[in-house]
């Protein structure tokens, strides 16, 4: 079974940009998530999707967004990109909300 | 407000050192406490869920206890293999299903043959 795809692998834009990262759950899996991860912060929650529906959302500024479509695939948008967006995003797929998350390898976002 | 904390930051075993990681936590009622493991360029690999004080879970030389306000990792006999950060991460009960987790700052684990 394959696991959470995450595209691309590695981005890098500058400052004032806006970019688009995807994520494909694991086949069957219904709830997505995003986490961004910097090494003095850790793991932070972006927002999850549900049924194509948001259903929470961290503190983040409104410059972070995201999706999900009918077949639970989900992009996130970054505009208006900052030197300190530069984290590993990582997307979490679970069957059901409140089911163990399973992440995928991340997207390395660098801003210069 | 929710916290969750782990130590030690990081942790140097030699192969065979049996130890324990430790995450400790505060958050307004829990709905899972959660294992991790990351590996250097990967996303965490998920390791076991616990949801009640007394609960244990193991799997191969890694085993997970929740008490009220604490979980351990305990890692017997680890190989190079295990070299690794573990993460903790709780998810409070807010109410409702969530997929909003609280992580702590992992331990970094390496093992020397």
């Known amino acids: 079974k394959a696991g959470v795809t995450q595209t691309p692998r590695y981005l890098i834009k500058t400052r004032g940009q806006q970019v688009t990262l995807s994520c494909s759950p694991i086949?069957?899996?219904?709830?997505v998530s995003w986490y961004q991860q910097t090494p003095g912060q850790g793991l932070q929650f972006l927002f999850e999707?549900?049924?194509?529906?948001?259903?929470n959302k961290g503190n983040f500024p409104g410059r972070f967004s995201g999706r999900q479509f009918s077949n639970s695939r989900s992009e996130m948008n970054v505009s208006t990109l900052e030197l300190g967006d530069s984290a590993l995003y990582l997307c979490?797929?679970?069957?059901?909300?409140?089911?163990?998350?399973?992440f995928g390898n991340g997207t390395r976002l660098t801003v210069t | 407000e929710d916290q969750v904390t782990q130590s030690p930051e990081a942790l140097r075993l030699q192969e065979g050192e049996s130890s324990s990681l430790n995450c400790s936590y505060t958050v307004s009622g829990l709905r899972g406490l959660f294992w991790y493991r990351q590996d250097p360029g990967k996303g965490p690999e998920f390791l076991f869920t616990l949801y009640s004080a007394g609960e244990e879970k193991e799997k191969e030389r890694l085993k997970a206890t929740l008490t009220k306000k604490e979980s351990f990792l305990h890692i017997t006999a680890p190989k190079p293999e295990d070299s690794a950060t573990y993460l903790c991460?709780?998810?409070?009960?807010?109410?409702?299903?969530?997929?909003?987790?609280?992580f702590g700052t992992g331990t970094l684990l390496a093992v020397q043959p």
């Open positions: 999707y549900f049924s194509e529906t948001q259903r």
């Open positions: 086949s069957g899996h219904r709830s």
């Open positions: 991460a709780v998810r409070p009960n807010y109410g409702g299903a969530t997929n909003k987790l609280i």
């Open positions: 979490a797929s679970s069957l059901e909300q409140d089911s163990p998350l399973h």
